[in-house]
């Protein structure tokens, strides 16, 4: 408890959900006869299913996106097993909450500020690199 | 070389409904079999049974008269589908990866998808987005893909349903082309196409083999009278 590995536990129990619902649901998207032609080509089970991931390569990549973003804006988990200790757990989300309990409006607008412009650079990146 | 693909009695059924009875045919080399019928009628069952993509239920498959098993037929054969299904990534991309899967060594796969894209007259196409192409670009990238590892057994399901003249024209003569050096088996119910190509024609009615002879007789003396009907387009 109380350290930076709490959290990551805490963060990667809270978002394993996140990440096989979309990715199960993205490799379920890809067609099926993807398999046969591969098969059909002379392609080995490994290379089958490495060919299927591929195709479903998008939806895996939002699926870490949503479970990061979920992850990053998360307060709770990084509160309750971080203990929001000053240079050791704090993150930006409990930093926001701290500010806004101390009255620092400003200061805790800006840190959400910078929140909101990781998470949507990140997801604008990802749908530029998609669209190429 | 290959010369003669054999299906002996060979039954598949799905679910208690018998998809094939116990079909029996012989393909060879630098001929053309067409396997005729209508919808429903088996074709593309057995298409798969003879690319090693199903397991049959009953019967057996011989390559030069010795029985081959699902696996070393899947190694030796190719199947291009009615509906062409393209990898994600460019044309090039997509010839490749039987080049790729198949270890050719990358020195040797541009020249050899050049190659098969000039047998379909796509040069020049490398660099596109597959899935941008239209259906008749498409089907030729497919028929490209095939061509391009060099199988003995070639099968090629419904290669120009509903495509235009000039993609038809195309395909046709890469289909006639790649016949030369292999086995190369085609299902259609494109009679006219059927006549155009093959050398054999093989009629397939509710999952039977109902006639089996030379293009010439099948169209002109058809023994089997619902071969005669389908012939005259009054079969349903």
């Known amino acids: ?132 | 070389m290959m010369s003669c693909l054999e299906a002996r009695s060979v039954s598949k059924s799905y679910d208690g409904l018998m998809a094939l009875d116990h079909v029996s045919l012989k393909a060879n080399a630098s001929r053309i079999t067409s396997i005729v019928g209508v919808n429903g009628a088996g074709k593309t069952t057995l298409l798969k049974i003879l690319a090693g993509l199903e397991e049959m239920n009953d019967g057996s498959i011989l390559i030069d008269s010795n029985e081959i098993s699902v696996d070393a037929l899947r190694s030796h054969s190719t199947m291009v589908f009615q509906k062409s299904i393209m990898i994600g990534g460019t044309v090039y991309d997509n010839v490749a990866y039987g080049l790729r899967v198949n270890g050719v060594q990358s020195q040797h796969i541009k020249e050899k998808v050049r190659g098969a894209l000039d047998t379909v007259n796509l040069a020049n196409f490398e660099k596109r987005k597959a899935r941008k192409l239209s259906s008749g670009e498409q089907q030729r990238v497919a028929i490209a893909r095939a061509l391009v590892i060099e199988r003995e057994i070639l099968l090629i399901d419904e290669p120009t349903a509903n495509l235009d003249p000039a993609n038809t024209t195309i395909i046709e003569e890469a289909i006639k082309s790649a016949a030369r050096s292999r086995i190369l088996v085609l299902s259609t119910h494109n009679l006219p196409q059927a006549k155009r190509l093959s050398h054999q024609v093989i009629h397939l009615y509710r999952g039977s083999v109902i006639e089996d002879r030379d293009v010439e007789d099948f169209f002109t003396r058809p023994r089997d009278e619902k071969t005669r009907l389908f012939v005259n387009g009054e079969l349903q």
Do not use: H
């Open chain 1, 1 to 132: 408890m109380y350290t930076p590995y709490a959290i990551i536990l805490g963060q990667c129990i809270l978002v394993t959900p996140i990440i096989v619902s979309f990715t199960t649901s993205a490799l379920e998207s890809v067609d099926p006869d993807v398999r046969v032609l591969a098969r059909t080509l002379g392609a080995s089970g490994f290379q089958t299913d490495a060919l299927v991931l591929r195709e479903a390569r998008w939806g895996v990549v939002l699926a870490v996106i949503a479970a990061f973003n979920r992850a990053f804006a998360e307060l709770g988990v990084a509160m309750m097993l971080g203990g929001n200790i000053r240079n050791v757990t704090r993150v930006l989300t409990t930093a926001i909450a701290l500010q806004t309990a101390m009255g620092d409006i400003p200061l805790s607008i800006a840190l959400s500020i910078i929140l909101l412009s990781i998470v949507m650079t990140l997801s604008i990146i990802v749908s530029l690199a998609r669209k190429r």
